[in-house]
C-alpha cells in the first residue's frame, strides 16, 4: 500500500519558519501533482500549495510571498517551506498526492494523516 507521512510540524512564534516534509513509500510508478491542504478548526479543507510534475506551482493567496513548496521526485517528497509564519496560520497540514502504483496505472490521490503547525503570537 501507498503510505503519505507528513513531518516537520509544530510550535513556532509568529515571524519564524518551518519546513513541512511528506514522504510517500509503496510501490509507486510515478507522482504526478503534489500538495499541501490545511485545515484549522471550524474552517474547511483548504488549498495551500501544489505543484505539478512539470514543476508548476500554485499558491493560495494568503500564503504567496511567504510560503514556497517544492519536490524532489528521487525520494517521492514534497516540501513547503513556510517563512513569516503568522497565527493564522495555525492549522493541521496534509499533504497530498496524485500519483499512479505499480499495480494500478491511473492517477489517484493518496493523503497523509497530518501534522499540526502552531504559531503564537
Known amino acids: 500500500q501507498v503510505q503519505l507521512v507528513e513531518s516537520g510540524g509544530g510550535l513556532v512564534q509568529a515571524g519564524g519558519s518551518l519546513r513541512l516534509s511528506c514522504a510517500a513509500s509503496?510501490?509507486?510508478?510515478?507522482?504526478?501533482?503534489m500538495g499541501w491542504y490545511r485545515q484549522a478548526p471550524g474552517n474547511q479543507r483548504e488549498l495551500v500549495a501544489s505543484?505539478?510534475?512539470?514543476?508548476?506551482?500554485n499558491y493560495a493567496d494568503f500564503v504567496k510571498g511567504r510560503f514556497t513548496i517544492s519536490r524532489d521526485d528521487a525520494k517521492n517528497t514534497v516540501y513547503l517551506q513556510m517563512n513569516s509564519l503568522k497565527p493564522e496560520d495555525t492549522a493541521v497540514y496534509y499533504c497530498n498526492m496524485q500519483l499512479k502504483t505499480a499495480a494500478w496505472r491511473y492517477n489517484a490521490n493518496y493523503w497523509g494523516k497530518g501534522t499540526l503547525v502552531t504559531v503564537s503570537s
Open positions: 505543484v505539478t510534475s512539470g514543476g508548476s506551482t
Open positions: 509503496g510501490s509507486i510508478f510515478s507522482i504526478n501533482a
